[in-house]
């Protein structure tokens, strides 16, 4: 796992899943799920310099860590990902709530992954009740107006 600033260098850090998502719970747009990811993860900080983020293009999996709900620089690295034709895996995890879920979705990410804690204050239902992401999105009716 990669920990604090991006390495200047443009081999990306690569972790193997050691199994430390036991403890954790995966939410999918169909509830709670078990992790069935068996790729090599890059762990990326939330304070990752964006311009640091082409050198990931060919990653197989990428979790961006929030390290509290209200630090949303994950959602921008997540959707710059994204517009730079990133297609593989990506996770957020830490401490998203199931009020920032669909935001999640529209930015980019294909799942969340929460502490069996959170799981347990915030139930499956909750995170399905935002499951439809693509619903109530006010940048696309902005853009239908257009």
């Known amino acids: 796992m990669v920990r604090g600033p991006v390495p200047a ?17 995966i939410v999918q747009d169909n509830g709670f799920t078990t992790d069935d990811f068996d790729g090599i993860w890059i762990d990326l900080p939330s304070d ?12 197989e999996g990428i979790r961006i860590d929030f390290p509290s709900f209200s630090d949303g620089r994950g959602f921008t690295l997540a959707r710059l990902l994204r517009l730079g034709g990133y297609k593989g895996q990506l996770r957020a995890r830490g401490h998203v709530i199931a009020d920032q ?22 139930p499956a239902a909750q995170w399905m009740f935002r499951a439809e992401w693509t619903a109530n999105d006010y940048q696309s009716r902005l853009r239908k107006r257009a």
């Open 101 to 122: 879920y669909a935001m999640a979705r529209r930015a980019g990410f294909d799942e969340v992954e929460i502490s069996a804690e959170l799981a347990a204050r915030q």
């Open 48 to 59: 990752t310099d964006p311009a640091t983020l082409t050198q990931y293009s060919n990653a």
């Open 9 to 25: 260098h443009p081999t990306p850090p690569l972790t193997q899943d050691t199994g430390d998502t036991a403890m954790s719970v």
